[in-house]
């Protein structure tokens, strides 16, 4: 099976800061990455797909890059409303399987 | 509107069975694969089980191989999870979770999720 990791998994940040999560795989993936932000209570929602590809109505400060094994996740300007939990998951070979997640917390 | 809504949780012993669906509306169900992910109490989240829109393919994390079955009656728009052969790591939240269209992009639609406790 894949395995993905995620650094950093916690970190702090101020509103307007530049955030960058790097996601790696156990082994290539191509582009077959996405990226989900999870807020308490609710379920998780789809921000980026194919590693770089922004889903529908999701702000322009996000975006993804990467390829094979290393992927980043980007948030340009940190808002308030983007403090959460951030999930990587490789769709490339079954079974799919999910980074351990980044926390972004208020700092 | 594209909705997902799980059903089928419960309280269950270690051992035992549950039955969890997810019905599906506002979309071509029978087009679709269909997948369930999981998070157990304060952990991340975890793919459980995969089905093609045909029924005919599934997959499965190693972690419920062979206690689990996916399935679909898409004249219902119903996904289906069966689980046999509970364990107390098995307690969490089940998501049902629609991919995008095209393929396996990303899982672009979520229920709201169904909570499944297996504890003596």
């Known amino acids: 099976d894949i395995q993905l990791t995620q650094s950093p998994s916690f970190l702090s940040a101020s509103v307007g800061d530049r955030v960058t999560i790097t996601c790696r795989a156990s082994q290539g993936i191509s582009t077959s990455l996405a990226w989900y932000q999870q807020k308490p209570g609710k379920a998780p929602k789809l921000l980026i797909y194919a590693t770089s590809t922004l889903q529908s109505a999701v702000p322009s400060r996000f975006s993804g890059s990467g390829s094979g094994t290393e992927f980043t996740l980007t948030i340009s300007s940190l808002q308030p409303e983007d403090f959460a939990t951030y999930y990587c998951q490789q769709l490339n070979t079954f079974p799919f399987t999910f980074g351990p997640g980044t926390k972004v917390d208020i700092k | 509107e594209v909705q997902l809504l799980e059903s089928g949780g419960g309280l269950v012993q270690p051992g035992g069975s549950l039955r969890l669906s997810c019905a599906a509306s506002?979309?071509?169900?029978?087009?679709?694969?269909m997948d369930w992910a999981r998070q157990a109490p304060g952990k991340g989240l975890e793919w459980v089980s995969g089905?093609?829109?045909?029924?005919?393919?599934?997959y499965y994390a190693d972690s419920v191989k062979g206690r689990f079955t996916i399935s679909r009656d898409n004249s219902k728009n119903t996904l289906y999870l069966q689980m046999n052969s509970l364990r107390v790591e098995d307690t969490a939240l089940y998501y049902c979770?629609?991919?995008?269209?095209?393929?396996?992009?990303?899982?672009?639609?979520w229920g709201q999720g169904t909570t499944v406790t297996v504890s003596s």
């Open positions: 506002g979309f071509s169900f029978s087009s679709y694969a």
């Open positions: 979770a629609k991919p995008k269209p095209g393929g396996y992009y990303g899982l672009d639609v």
């Open positions: 089905l093609s829109g045909s029924g005919d393919s599934t």
